[in-house]
Each structure stands twice: as C-alpha cells, then as structure tokens.
C-alpha cells in the first residue's frame, strides 16, 4: 500500500524535500515580491497549469491574485485531474502537518512548532508512512482532531465572512447533490468540525470528494458577480479567500455526509 501526500507553497518554508511520500508544490509566483521555487532543481512540483480551467472566472484579476485567491485549491484539482496512481492522497498547505507518532498524546489537537529546518525534517519519514497505513488500514481517512464551537459550524463562519458565498455554497450542495439535502442541517446544528483541511484519504474518496468540491466551486463561480472580493466587509483582512475558507467546511461535512469512517490526530503547525 502506498500513499503520495502534497503540500501546497506559495512562499519559501522549510520543507523534508528528502521524503518519499510527501512532496512540495506550487501554482505560480504569488504576492509582492513574486516568489517562485526553484521548480528546476527538482524540489518543487509546478501544479499550476489545471487550475488555469477556472481562470475565466477571475478575468478581471492579475495571475498572481488568481493563484492567491486559490491556494490549496491548486493542488487539490491538479490532483483530480493528474491523479497519481497510488492507494491514498494526501493534501495539506506549507506549514500543516498529521502528526504520525505512537507516543503522542492523541487528545491533543493543535501542536505549534518553531519552522526550523530540523522540524520540517521530522515529517514525511518512511516510519511516519508506516504510522498512516496502519490507522487507513481501519478507517477510509486519517485528518487531524475536530474542536467543539460554542455555536454552530454555520453561525461560526458568519461571523467573520460575508454571507453571500455562504448562502451559494449551500445553494450549490442543494442543487447538485441531492442525496446531501437530508445532511445540511450539519452546518446550522452541528458544533463539531476539524478545520485546516490536512487529510490523506483513499484514492477514490479522493477523487470524489474533489469532483464534488470543484463542482460547487464552479456553481459558486458562475452565480457570483465578483469572484475576487477585495473590500473588507466583515472581519476577515482576505476576502478574496473564501475558496479555501468553504473548502475546509466541505471537506468534514463530505465526511458526515458520506458516514465515512475517519481517525483524527493531532495537527502540527510550523510557525
């Protein structure tokens, strides 16, 4: 059994470019100073060319705000549309990690590490892999611990992002899939959820929940009338990045609503 996991980089971040598992990637030079890896060492894999079947829904923007607007997005439809042939994929972004140890204190969720070259090296071991086959050898996913809110997953989102990419993103699971009809009530009742969208899955879970995450994106798209939001209007200092910010809601609620079983461990933020 094998697993391939990919880590989205829009900027230089220590990173295990020695693993046989987990590999690096990016979209594009992103942010002022137009960062770009150096894809021609090897190190970095450029994902950036599938994603470009969206980029007529941010005509208006520069590439470099397009690639922002996306980020792990990137990675995720290179993924659907590249699928490497392996039994489980993994995405997760530059800093994000499972943490894959059998001495850990499980009820941990959220560990924080200095972003030290030699912290990025205790990721993506071979023994780490080991850890991962084993937990998937029960379980469909392996992601990290869910938190509970003092108020619904909805009521959550609400109160730091503007309401109408909310209100298609529902509209859009409605419409499509109406086998999830019954399970929507998760988002206004539910208080549970892991957040950081850091998963390894099988292949053709994989490859489901990402046709379905990029159909509801589309449907989003195609409603909207700006795709890239600049003016803040609630809290949130990025509103050009709701792709993400409903793609980590998705991905638990795919999870629910599919009654997929998953085991959850502690999730290891290089900052």
């Not at 080991?130 to 809110?149: G, K, M």
Request: hydrophobic letters at 35%.
């Amino acid at each position: 059994m094998s697993i391939q996991m990919y880590s989205h980089f829009h900027m230089s971040f220590p990173f295990n470019f020695k693993s046989e598992w987990m590999f690096a990637t990016y979209a594009g030079g992103m942010e002022a100073y137009k960062w770009m890896p150096p894809d021609e060492m090897g190190t970095y894999k450029n994902i950036g060319r599938p994603i470009q079947d969206f980029r007529r829904h941010y005509f208006k923007t520069s590439e470099d705000d397009f690639l922002r607007a996306l980020g792990q997005q990137a990675t995720e439809y290179w993924l659907l549309k590249e699928t490497p042939v392996t039994d489980y994929i993994g995405c997760t972004t530059y800093r994000r990690y499972l943490l894959l140890d059998r001495n850990i204190e499980k009820n941990v969720a959220k560990i924080s590490m200095p972003a030290t070259q030699a912290n990025a090296d205790k990721f993506g071991t071979k023994e780490q892999q080991e850890i991962a086959l084993e937990y998937l050898q029960t379980a469909d996913v392996l992601t990290n611990h869910s938190i509970a809110l003092p108020f619904s997953v909805e009521a959550q989102y609400l109160q730091s992002q503007p309401s109408l990419y909310w209100q298609l993103f529902k509209e859009a699971i409605y419409d499509l899939f109406p086998n999830y009809r019954q399970h929507l009530t998760w988002f206004t009742h539910n208080n549970i959820i892991n957040y950081e969208t850091c998963y390894i899955m099988r292949r053709d879970i994989f490859v489901r929940y990402a046709t379905e995450l990029f159909a509801i994106l589309e449907n989003i798209w195609q409603n909207s009338d700006d795709n890239y939001p600049t003016q803040q209007t609630t809290s949130e200092p990025f509103p050009w990045r709701y792709p993400g910010f409903l793609g980590e809601r998705f991905m638990p609620f795919f999870l629910y609503a599919n009654s997929l079983k998953k085991i959850q461990v502690p999730l290891v933020i290089l900052e």
